[in-house]
């Protein structure tokens, strides 16, 4: 029952809808229940009369075939709109959790994976909407018809002999509730573990390349036999207790049978009642068989949906925007678009940013600290450094999608970010819709426009389709240097006024190189900037400063020149760049 | 069609004949012990009620076979439905089991051709489906046809007149079910093609979900999602409307029209056969017969649903696999040898013409060109991913289809662009399923890719998590892992496509240095973007648009006017020559 309060909102929405269709529901069940009644006096009839007039049986003829018709239509209103409330609801929730992880920030998809969300996105989400679909109806079924089906019982027949079929049912109650117990421990393990077959499904199918490639398919068969096994015992013990759902209802159904034919005999005896009232009583007996089972059916299936809607409430309330949501403050110099200041940022940070308060500085995992960045207008600024020196995280940091306490970070009030990831993070569908992400607005001259700054038409030209051509899952059709140049153009078209490449110009080659740095130099017009994390020494001296971050080294924020000057690493770096790519010249 | 699918799924349940026979023994048993409480009603009401004539003894010995047989039935269909749950926990195992052992059979083509989404869509929801399918629907609906059976047969052994009009019904209910099957079944497929749609899309923008926060697109996404959700709402609306229209309400309209019938042929009756218990018994026998249709109508749209779901699943299953090659093993460094090799991925559309190569043992080819050139097939081909489509690639004289498919890709490593981090430890992602090395050799191999440092700041070291979106990871990281990945499997060729791309100097160095370490003692095929790492190879291959232009030394390439010219001339005038 815990199921109603979880989706109470859902039916107070739509509460005239629901009214409608319990009273359309209500009203096809009376309906249902008058044919044995007629039956019954028309059983008592002949057995009175010892012959049979076709004619006296017309009028009961009329009257079935007209309760059959309005049956029909009642039932037939009332599941149209309880399914189709139900999936809206499905929809409505599927909606409101994408939204939620949309909203969310990245520490966020550490904690639930995005196998686990599309878990819940499918099969919780369609098990709630079976709750409010068949849930009903076996409500309806359950408890609406039966205790009909007690009252015509009472009223028209016998109440003693309804005082008797009900003697069982405290049983049937007490076991279903038991099973129930049993079930929702089961069925919240079942649904654990396909959590985890699903992750390792996704996991193997996600690094088909690697399994492949190294011909490692045993050791991915190893862990699914072993995710299989413990999936595979789950199931069972869930389908232990399911399986005593029917047995017992059947029984109970059957006990009540035997305690009224035999009540039911006596009263025949002292003529209290007449053999066609016994009959008809029998047949409203079967008429509560099904809404026995409706009522394990309804159990299951509301245990099914409740443990599902726990777990869809469990992600919509994980909603710790923590530092992220604090705003920036604004830099006191007009010109400056951005500032950082890094107090100290180490490894654990990534794991728990947004969210922990500032713990102890833990000094094996510092990534970098001391770092005082800002840009002006008309600025080209680089971060470089070695491999895992933090360059990726600054950008983040930098962007505001990461955010913990040591780092103070200010924005021009005015100024948008683009960013270009360092897997350039594209998505299915044609060019031009991806090029168009951040401007949906834009006009196809301008998303041209945009393709040519970042050096790809001529690329797009070769292709059949140009600007319609599909991208593939993640750009899987394009080559890396087409989707770095994509993702730069989709960055360029949103006409930020702060760009941040994270190793964007890396798949390029040098002569695509310079001339999207020269498109770059026109589109800042002097007054956007560029902060560009690059592991290209040979493009270090476009900038006009740099920020080198090495491990184990204080940061160094300074000029090209000045740092040729005054750090060998940076020299060592450059010279080796510049030697290896200029110095094969014609 | 949906039926042979049912029973493919059913032929898997043959694997199990003891279970099989023993869950159909025990349905048998219950469902006929079930028909015997009707009898012992009616002889009790005709006997005993209706002459108002009791015989204790008697009267307890009904009550006890009553009573024996309720209780005897039940206990037989609680076991019935356990040895059957066992039996479709086992079929769904298996099931669950061929598709991954298929999906890892799988040609890589099916893989650049399908997203991954779907496939996972299909081993994951769709099976799902099936299981729901085996274990609840087809289960009931076995038991179902089973009772209705039965009720019939002793309907006729009850009163033949009666149970003829109950008979007359059944081709309508039959009628019915086509009807609704008819129309349902196009629908469901639809149903399901846009869910699979759905998931392609959220499996995909979930892992990017930073990105659209930063082009402030969530709204629009969400907005899309609403949108293919709208059209399958539209759809499972209009299943929704079939349901309705064809499934319990026309039952309960039937029902109704049933009794009516029979109220007639009551009339048409002579009344000296009418006996009480003989309607007791029938109308009990009613309610049995309604019970299951009741259940195999309810089933219906469900069935139909998990059929659709079932097809998906037996898609992937009949979907070819890769052959895994000849009986040679590769275990030594062979002489590379393509030989007029012809390829296109796409009828008509040329990525590779009559190429002529060979690689030596030991020798470090470069190949170089512009993208599209083919230097990336190159590599998928000797990988074994995709097949030459005319022409043939010779390893030491032998055909490369004559290798065992694994030992061929365990023996070449491609170190790939886009390179690919699993859901495991460091030390996981290192062996991959090599079992020998200690961590000593995990180190040193580790110290060779110059990671050493960066694996000290792990707070876990080598049992430290690490996945493909894994921050503690940059893309040269991963690629320098791969390098270690390559060294740890004893590759004897060693293919690096593209691996210096993003790896800045120091690694880019340090990868320099090992392949001059390695040089001479495997083939490197290195499958280069910026010439200058590549120009001590022993031979650079120039390919322009799928032809190999030029092969040769750097320094005799140089002095040639051609594409290595060209190609120099364009990639390594420094960017500081252009921009103003």
Known sequence: MEFINQIGWFIKLHQWRYISIFMAIVAASVCSLIPPLLIASLVDQLAKSQSVNLVDLWPTLAQLVALAISTYLLRFFWRYYLFGSALELERSLMVQLYSHCCRMPGPFFQRHSSAKLLNHLNSDVNAVSQGVGNGVIFFVDAFVMSSLVLVVLATQISWLLTLVVLLPLPILALSIKRYGQQMQSRLEQSQYQLGLFYQQIQQTVNGISVIKGHACQGASQQQFDHQLAQLTQANIDQARVEAKYEPTTAMVAAGSFFLTLSVGSVLVAQQQITLGELLAFNLYLGYLIWPMNAFGFLF??????????????????????????????????????????????????????????????????????????????????????????????????????????????????????????????????????????????????????????????????????????????????????????????????????????????????????????????????????????????????????????????????????????????????????????????? | MNTSVILRLLKYGLNHKAILVQASLLLLLATGLDMLAPWLTMIYIDQFVAVDHYQVNTLVGIAVIYIGVIIGANLLSYFQSLSYFDLSAKVIAELRQASFQHCLKLPMAYFHQHSNGETINRMTQDVEAVRHLFKNIIGRTIRDIFTVIAVIISMLLLNVQLALVCIAFIPVFIAVFVAYRHFSLPLHRKIKQQSAKINGFLNESLQQVLLLQVFNAQPRFIKRLNDKAQTNIALSQRNVTLEALLLRPMLELLAILMMAALILSLGAMPSNLLAFGLLFAFFAYLARFFEPIINLMQSQGELLQAVAAAERVFQLLDHDIESSGGSLQLNHCPTICFHQVSFAYVQGEPVLSNLDLTIAPGEFVALVGPTGSGKSTIAQLLKGYYQANSGHIQLDQHLISHYQTDGLRKAITLVDQKPFIMQASVRQNLLLDLVHPDDAQLHHVLAQVELAPWLASLPQGLDTSIDNNSPLLTLGQKQLLCFARALLQNSSVIILDEASASLDPASEQAIQRVIAQLRGKVSLLVIAHKLSNIKMADKIAVLQQGVLMQQGKHADLVKNKGAYQQLLASNDSPPSNIVA
């Open chain 1, 300 to 586: 299951s299936t509301l245990t099914m949906a409740s443990v599902s809607m726990k777990r869809i409430d469990q992600v919509l309330n994980d909603d710790q925007l923590g530092y992220a949501s604090q705003s920036p403050t604004v830099p006191t110099q007009q010109t400056t678009l951005i500032k950082l200041d890094v107090e100290y940022f180490s490894h654990h940070n990534h794991q728990v940013a947004n969210e922990d308060s500032f713990a102890e500085p833990d000094q094996a995992a510092l990534l970098f600290k001391d770092v005082h960045f800002s840009a002006q207008r008309g600025q080209i600024q680089a971060i470089v450094g070695p491999v895992a020196c933090g360059k990726s995280s600054l950008l983040r940091l930098l962007l505001g999608s990461s955010m913990i306490e040591s780092v103070q970070r200010s924005l021009h009030p005015d100024a948008n970010i683009a960013y270009v990831p360092q897997d350039c993070a594209l998505f299915t569908g044609t060019i031009r819709e991806n090029i168009a992400l951040g401007a949906p607005d834009a006009s196809f001259e301008q998303i041209k426009n945009a393709a040519s700054l970042a050096c790809l038409s001529k690329d797009i030209d070769t292709f059949e389709l140009g600007y319609d051509t599909q991208v593939g899952e993640h750009g899987s059709q394009l080559s890396g240097g087409q989707k770095q140049r994509l993702a730069i153009a989709r960055a360029l078209l949103t006409q930020a006024d702060i760009l941040l490449l994270d190793d964007s110009l890396s798949a390029l080659d040098n002569a695509t190189c310079s001339q999207l740095l020269f498109n770059l130099k026109c589109w800042m017009a002097g007054t956007k900037t560029v902060i560009l994390a690059s592991s290209r020494f040979d493009l270090l001296n476009h900038a006009d400063k740099i920020l080198l971050l090495r491990p184990e080294h204080l940061p160094l924020y300074l000029t090209h020149s000045e740092l040729l000057t005054r750090d060998n690493w940076y020299q060592q770096q450059y010279q080796h760049a510049s030697a290896t790519e200029g110095g094969i010249k014609p």
